[in-house]
């Protein structure tokens, strides 16, 4: 036997990305960066209005320009109209009435990105404007005519629970406005379609998340077998839920059936502003009832969250809001009432927290009124009502999960603050950064404080279950799964598990496709329980299945088997056989299918145990605010995070930083702005994303109370980390500048005017 | 479409002479955003990256004055002997976009494009810098007020090549400041300079109005309330604040508020006044 072994990349180790280095050197091919011989680009022409009623679309003159091969509008569809994730709404290209600036309206198909441009200047449509629904508030009731036939209202959920009857000693209430945020993601969207031969069927290579769910409203629009439409995941550059809903999928495919030449589409980064779902902006109103030591002992709340013109993912976003209205707190009695809406305004859908975000930018904002309504700190308040495992949501449904929301915020509080702002502090680190606009003096420090639950994976009945294939030959795992890499670093884990539970060091990841069942979403901070657990269960049956063969080539019962670093070994003897010999000329294969637990709708009262399960994190935010200028520096942010268990801690530290940014974003300078249903800033001039000189220094504790409900102990982390750093980040402002602020993001004028 | 790409300043008017519609390339980092949005299609590009006598500064004695070619990109404004001679100037090249930005973007491709929020003109203002233009009928000097003449708008003539730009060395005080809603890489919302010259205080105003303005009403009061420049009051420091927001004229964009700009400048005005007394 061997003294020194090789280091092997197994679960709980750092071990870094495949594509890591082609990544940094700029190497690593994303979908835009695709290529196919005699290919053909693709352009989308776009309305210039909100609303309008289509009279005529006039193509005669584009089809005439040297270079233009195709050119398809609605008439052009073959199967059905309409897509959408959960109810199919939303039209492939608007035929009679456009419902947002930027809904497509045709697209084409030419030699040239160039030559597209020119074609889609020639279309000529004709409009009649009509009135913008532009106030969600006014898609409630009938102050406005229904703006699509299935009415304004895409849901309205309320919950009742408990005895609605108690009040408080002390009641604090708020209003609470959330903006509109972006993903904007870094690589935009892309696909390049390439057709059969025979023309009934096609590959396309996009960038997506669920390639299932692409597969199969594509089919459903293309009027094809979903096993026509072979969808390959293309280099994804980032993700955030801008990629569940369906972009330029169904225009590509089309376009390559209809020339029968591959055709390749890419979004420009404004188009991309019109291309993609975004974050809901909402108003949400929440009155806490506590008792005088500062119990909650009943919460009443409404929230009404923009889904604008189609519905998307509306009505999950709006479950994920109510539900998640106590926070991690106790609450034995809620009255909420939830609505999502339709309007002119940009459609909104998934991204990163999903409804959780805006519920808890509320929940913590009530937290400090309730801390200073009673007379103490926010972390005694949250300390007070922290919830545990066993406690009962206001949706009557029992927390399962561990919980350590105590503990996390303790964790957090020990994290040494950061040193005061020093009297010869550098200018740039000052809020203001390089327009040097203030000195020390003018810098005033605040404290904040944000802890958040989410759920993860899908719910409401929902059974997002993934798939995944363990190939062992010759000491060699192949994986095959159809999970989206979109960044969160599954192609890093996947080969982790395998390595853990097989002994073998070469691992890799096939071709991420549909040949093979459904991984579901990459998204609800779900993949590593999900797929996770599919790989973990195809790798197991295949050391089952060793096992038995090297069982009865050494007449030795396989249960006595287990595998020891890279080795078998009989628990009950002295044999031992390294997997690489074990293994040599044969080949074994199992696929694997991941379930969670079933879940359940809500019912009228929204009660109902609809949830899968629950992660949980607190951040306290360090900010230094120039209150005359009403400019921020996020100095530092320090977290502890409820993890479940830690498999990879490099890639748990990357989604903390990120999440981090990202929620910083929200808080201090990201938001879409919409003005009467039409976009003012869809460019990266001025929709503004953090800088290295806004990131703050992130001090992070991973938390790590082994989940038994999840496959290898661990939770989903994507998510968390963004949720409750926006309204500590926000409070940390208050705290600094001693007024009330009620919305994010943060403008200088809420600060200083 | 073609790119000429003259090596000397006379070359370069040659062919603006041939080429009235040509249009000119410095660091790229205005005109090939315009091109890709589709806002401006050239026909013909005149490079002026080659031209080492653009990015050549000097300083002259006898006038006291530094003259920094149009070429010269903000990376070797914002430090060593320039950053020296004008902080305010190199303050403001600090402030431009990132290092990447920085490394091509010019002081001539500031002036070009001249929008209202192009950080180095408050400097250009508030210092009365003179503007060299040079084309094939000869050299042209403009002061920066007959420069600028509207938003996105110049007195530059089709054929004429920004050569240059001359600002007086003082030994006085003199500061740049620029808000924005991010930490850097940021379009100003409102940004200012304020600098003694001949013991006379100057400020100007960058993203409050059409123009670059100057803040002749709060100028004179300064100079009026205070016997010292060296020795200005919180008191006096507010009321040129006061005074230079009234003089500003800002409008609500996506970008920010009037009322917010307004407020802003004030406080610009009233901490550049104050700030290394
Ligand atoms: C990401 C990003 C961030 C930015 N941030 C800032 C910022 O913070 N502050 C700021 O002020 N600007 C900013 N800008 C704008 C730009 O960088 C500056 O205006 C810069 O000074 C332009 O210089 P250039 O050499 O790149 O000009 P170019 O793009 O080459 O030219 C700009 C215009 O000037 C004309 N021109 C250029 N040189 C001459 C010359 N010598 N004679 C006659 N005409 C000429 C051109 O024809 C063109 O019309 C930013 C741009 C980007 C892309």
Redesign the interface.
Known sequence: MSAVKTKRDVLGTSSLRPDGNAKVKGDFAFTSDLHAENMLWGATLRSPHPHARIISIDTSAAIKIAGVECIITSDDVPGQLTYGLISSDQPVFAKDVVRYMGEPIAAVAADHPETC?RALAAITVEYELLPVLFNAEDAIGDAFQAIHPDGNVIRRQQIIHGDTSVEGDVIVEGHYVIGMQDQAFLGTESAMALPDPDGQGVEVFVATQWLHEDQKQMAACLNLPPEKIRLVLGGVGGAFGAREDISLQVHTALLALRTSRPVKMQY?R?ESFFGHVHRHPATVWMRHHATAEGKIVKIEARFVFDGGAYASTSSAVLINGVTHTQGPYKCPAAVVDGYSVRTNNPPCGAMRGFGVVQACFAHEGQMDKLAAAIGTDPVTIRLLNAMETGDTLITGQPVESVAPVARLIRETNEIPLPPALSLDANE?DL?????????RK?IKRGIGWGVSIKNIMYSEGFDDYSTAKCTLSDGKVVLKFATSEVGQGFVTLAPQIARSVLGVTDAICDTIDTQIGSAGSTSASRQTWMSGGAVDGACRLVRERLFEHIGAQNNIDPIRFAIEDDEIVDTAGTFRISVIEASQGITISETFEHHHRATEDLDENGQGNCHVAFAFVAHRAVVDVDP????V?VVQIATAQDVGQVLNPLSVLGQIEGGIAQGLGLA??EEI?V?EGRV??PSF??Y?L?????APVVVARMIEEYEPQAPLGAKGVGEPPCISVTPAIVAAIRDAIGKDIDRCPV???DI?? | MSVLIPHSILEASEILAQHPAATILNGGTDLMVEVNFNHRRPDSIVLLRNIAELRDWSTDAASGTITIGAGLPYAAIEKGEIARLVPALAQAARTVGSPQIRAAGTMGGNLGTCSPAGDTLPVLSALEAIVHLQSIEGARSVPFADFMVGPKRNSRQPNEVITAVTLPITEQRQGYSKVGVRNAMVISVASACFAIVNDTPRFAMGSVGPTILRAREAEAYLASAASNLNDITEEIAHEFGRIAASESRPIDDHRSTATYRKHAIGVLATRLALKGI
């Open positions: 441009r420009g404004e740039l809020p203001g950064g390089s327009g040097i606009t203030a000195e003018h005359e200028l009403g400019l520096k201090v300078m702005i003005q003012r800033n001039t001025d503004l953090p800088t290295a000189l806004d403008r200088p004028q200083c005017l």
